[in-house]
């Protein structure tokens, strides 16, 4: 992941997150979840030495692993 990735990774996960992980949680889980997940959490990831990968294809971010 490069820091312009950004944008699209947190839409990524925040779709994934609300389609197949939220509706297992409770209210203040899924607040919790997203107090992790907020703009720029996954760049300063990657400025501590985090590795995040994608997948993609074309120009489209398919998946990510991190």
């Known amino acids: 992941m490069l820091p312009?990735?950004?944008t699209d990774v947190?839409?990524?996960?925040?779709?994934v997150f609300d389609e197949f992980v939220?509706?297992?949680y409770s209210n203040?889980?899924?607040?919790a979840f997203k107090k992790l997940i907020t703009t720029g959490s996954f760049?300063?990831?990657l400025r501590s030495g985090s590795l995040?990968?994608?997948a993609i294809s074309g120009k489209k971010i398919k998946c990510k692993s991190v």
């Open 43 to 45: 760049t300063e990831r």
């Open 22 to 24: 939220a509706p297992g």
């Open 4 to 6: 312009d990735d950004e």
């Open 28 to 31: 203040d889980g899924i607040g």
């Open 10 to 15: 947190d839409a990524l996960v925040q779709s």
């Open 52 to 54: 995040v990968l994608l």
